[in-house]
Nanobody, 113 residues
Framework: QVQLEESGGGYVQRGGSLRLSCTAS??????LRWSRQGRSRMREAVAT???????EYSDSVRGRFSIFKDPTTEVFYLQMNNLQPEDRGMYYC?????????WGRGSQVAVAS
């Protein structure tokens, strides 16, 4: 059974950094994704590790965010640098690409304007 739980959100000043963690289980063979949803916005995929190991970023975060996985566990991360007010929202990790999609409950990120 796939389970996902986010941690590491918080409040930072503009230009600051945060690292989100997703503690996962049962995700072998899945794509791993970080998505976010801000107020009045649809959920947006920001970073994905595909099953072939390739990585994709949204244009809005490329060069500032990095997705990576601990090679010895099922924990994966989103390193977020140079955070801006438009980055604030609820961040979700997900396991996808095998029919059913699984999501965590989310971790809140707030950035001072």
């Amino acid at each position: 059974q796939v389970q996902l739980e986010e941690s590491g959100g918080g409040y930072v000043q503009r230009g600051g950094s945060l690292r989100l963690s997703c503690t996962a289980s049962g995700t072998s063979g899945y794509c791993l994704r970080w998505s976010r949803q801000g107020r009045s916005r649809m959920r947006e995929a920001v970073a994905t590790v595909n099953t072939d190991g390739t990585i994709e970023y949204s244009d809005s975060v490329r060069g500032r965010f990095s997705i990576f996985k601990d090679p010895t566990t099922e924990v994966f991360y989103l390193q977020m640098n140079n955070l801006q007010p438009e980055d604030r929202g609820m961040y979700y990790c997900a396991a996808l690409c095998r029919g059913a999609n699984y999501w965590g409950r989310g971790s809140q990120v707030a950035v001072a304007s």
